[in-house]
């Protein structure tokens, strides 16, 4: 299972592969960040993150794009920003027919570390140790796209019994 | 001038087309909605705006597209997908090469009625003036799409010249 995981935002917009199934160890094939200049023009802005988030998919081709879920009781420019790298990312998937899973914050803490209410540090340390890498993945917006990926392929398994659950409880009111 | 007014939303996306200049009667060249299921998943619905307002600057070739300024002050919700859908509209002109501008509702009432509080039905109602139509678009949200474009197109002469101040003062400082 290959896996993109999608830190949305204008400024810097993390991004990172990782590859492997649950309970088995994980490969990261990539990780950085698609960066807009604060001053460019929004459109412009939107349509770089585009022609970055193209690149990844072009060079990697996963199988799932894993997308933080955006909420508003942050800072309301910030999330504005937010909201609007994270439609870009998902356009670009879905337009190529790559299913999308969007995961809160506290998800993919408690995912990656145990603890919903982890830190950047902890969250980054536990990326790190996952991955088998050297040195945690600056900047966080990068350790936090893997973290993301992570977290989708951990949860993975439990989402689709969810969803064949409720498609077979369907199923069954349907033909009843 | 030729301008798109795109009043973004991603259960109704009003669309409208005018052209015309400040002083000069207006033209009506198109108005509708592109509409997604509330149902199907956030990506998809990104997608079909995304094809929705491609076949809009396909069928009209607008110099410029006015797009709502989105503000959080509302249902947090809503303004989420208020503000992916308008990072689609910005995506798509953007791409193209076209200058888009951003309008609050506040300076969109303001222009065609005098008051930037004025409501849904009295935008309605002007816009059918100023645009000498039968009777008010329907839903809102496609007349408030042409509300956009009309607003842009009699702002954009003092937005314009602005713009020249601000350059000329650059252009002052640098060559001081």
Same mark, same amino acid.
Request: aromatic share 2%; with cysteine; proline share 6%.
């Given at each position: 299972?290959?896996?993109?995981?999608?830190? $949305?935002?204008?400024?810097?917009c993390?991004?990172? #592969?990782? =590859?492997?199934?649950?309970?088995?160890?994980?490969?990261?094939?990539?990780?950085?960040?698609?960066?807009?200049?604060?001053?460019?023009?929004?459109?412009?802005?939107?349509?770089?993150? =585009?022609?970055?988030?193209? =690149?990844?998919?072009?060079?990697?081709? @996963? =199988?799932?794009?894993?997308?933080?879920?955006?909420?508003s *009781?942050?800072n #309301?420019?910030?999330?504005?920003?937010?909201? *609007?790298?994270?439609a870009v990312?998902m356009?670009?998937?879905?337009?190529?027919?790559? @299913?999308?899973?969007?995961?809160? $914050?506290?998800?993919?803490?408690?995912?990656?570390?145990?603890?919903?209410?982890?830190?950047?540090?902890?969250?980054?340390a536990?990326?790190?140790?996952?991955?088998?890498?050297?040195?945690? @993945?600056? $900047?966080?917006?990068?350790?936090?796209?893997?973290?993301?990926?992570?977290?989708?392929?951990?949860?993975? $398994?439990?989402?689709?019994?969810?969803?064949?659950?409720?498609?077979?409880?369907?199923?069954?009111? #349907?033909?009843?």
């Open positions: 299972m290959r896996v993109l995981g999608v830190d $949305p935002g204008l400024t810097r993390g991004v990172g #592969v990782v =590859e492997g199934l649950a309970g088995r160890p994980l490969t990261m094939l990539g990780v950085g960040v698609v960066r807009t200049p604060a001053d460019a023009e929004l459109g412009h802005r939107l349509v770089a993150i =585009e022609r970055g988030i193209e =690149e990844w998919l072009d060079a990697h081709r @996963p =199988e799932f794009v894993a997308v933080e879920r955006v909420f *009781q942050h #309301v420019r910030t999330v504005m920003g937010t909201a *609007q790298a994270s990312a356009l670009c998937a879905s337009r190529r027919g790559i @299913p999308v899973a969007l995961h809160t $914050p506290s998800e993919v803490k408690a995912a990656v570390t145990g603890s919903g209410r982890a830190d950047k540090a902890q969250v980054g536990m990326v790190t140790r996952l991955l088998r890498l050297d040195a945690p @993945p600056k $900047p966080a917006d990068a350790a936090d796209a893997l973290a993301l990926a992570i977290c989708h392929i951990w949860r993975a $398994p439990a989402l689709n019994r969810l969803q064949q659950a409720h498609a077979q409880h369907s199923v069954r009111k #349907v033909t009843r």
